[in-house]
């Protein structure tokens, strides 16, 4: 059997947080039900944020409606604040995720908050999760975003991404990720990190979440899996990036990271035709963005 390997797609939350035009809820539920249908094991389906700060998410609780009632996807929703972790909770979400800035910098632009206000603000959350009836089912992901390097602060200490891990790990995290939220990694810096987590983090599950700022997202995901990495963010058609961090350009590509992880000889277990014709319709739904990827130009090769 060939081994799996899984991706989470985030278009509908990382994805979309970019992006101007409005998408209507329903368009939403669609797009969801596209990358289900197409056998995305993981989808971020939203963001539960102030609507002041991003307009796009503010149906969050009518898309997790959607979103929990359909079967055989594992849904998840990013959370920025105990408040908003109070309403995924209260939405049924078991998968809910929040982000750590290792850049004091990008933490202050994104958050609001020092680096350290962020790992105290997930200590409530934890708290939080624990008090409730059902906290036992709920899985809490945190991700430490700038792990390679900042467009405000510029380099991020590697150390200093090790030492926020270990944090979150004995604070109450059921898994990592790690973020090149900017483009500033590369294959030998991805090694060096990935490796230094392992060995401080024990056998919880850490992902990785890549973006294709620099061009080197893909080699950058070869890298994490020489290293043993098996879960990945990616965003159909490339879409996304942070709002508050200055030249943050699109995650790497659903529709191209699982034709090279199927290429290579994994799992992915995502039907590519019924990937490339979501993306299709998503260049309809969007037609004022700008899309990424090279599978969607070259076609799939002939067998």
């Given at each position: 059997m060939k081994e799996a390997v899984v991706i989470r797609d985030v278009s509908l939350r990382d994805g979309l947080q970019l992006v101007q035009t409005?998408?209507?809820?329903?368009?939403?539920?669609?797009?969801?039900?596209?990358?289900?249908?197409?056998?995305?094991?993981?989808?971020?389906?939203?963001?539960?944020?102030p609507s002041s700060v991003i307009p796009q998410f503010s149906d969050a609780e009518q898309v997790a409606s959607h979103a929990l009632n359909?079967?055989?996807t594992s849904v998840s929703a990013l959370v920025v604040n105990l408040k908003g972790a109070r309403r995924a909770f209260d939405a049924g979400f078991r998968n809910v995720s929040y982000v750590v800035s290792a850049s004091q910098a990008h933490s202050a632009a994104n958050a609001r908050r020092t680096t350290d206000e962020a790992l105290n603000e997930f200590r409530l959350i934890v708290s939080e999760r624990n008090a409730r009836v059902d906290g036992w089912a709920i899985a809490l992901e945190c991700g430490i975003a700038t792990s390679f390097g900042c467009s405000i602060q510029g380099g991020v200490d590697p150390a200093r991404v090790l030492d926020i891990a270990e944090h979150l790990v004995a604070g109450g995290a059921d898994s990592l990720l790690?973020?090149?939220?900017?483009?500033?990694?590369?294959p030998a810096s991805v090694r060096r990190l990935f490796r230094g987590l392992f060995t401080i983090v024990g056998s919880i599950q850490v992902s990785a979440h890549f973006h294709n700022t620099r061009g080197l997202g893909l080699a950058n995901v070869v890298a994490a899996l020489d290293v043993g990495v098996r879960h990945?963010?990616?965003?159909?058609?490339?879409?996304?990036?942070?709002?508050?961090?200055?030249?943050?350009?699109?995650?790497?590509?659903?529709?191209?990271c699982a034709f090279m992880l199927d290429a290579m000889g994994f799992d992915t277990g995502i039907n590519m035709d019924m990937l490339l014709a979501l993306r299709r319709k998503i260049e309809?739904?969007?037609?004022?963005?700008?899309?990424?990827g090279a599978l969607a130009c070259a076609g799939l090769p002939k067998i």
């Open positions: 409005r998408v209507p809820t329903a368009t939403k539920i669609e797009w969801l039900n596209g990358l289900m249908a197409a056998g995305l094991p993981k989808v971020e389906v939203t963001s539960f944020v359909v079967g055989g790690i973020a090149d939220t900017v483009g500033y990694a590369n990945f963010d990616a965003s159909t058609a490339g879409l996304g990036g942070c709002p508050f961090a200055p030249g943050a350009t699109g995650n790497i590509n659903s529709e191209d309809l739904w969007l037609p004022d963005e700008k899309f990424h």
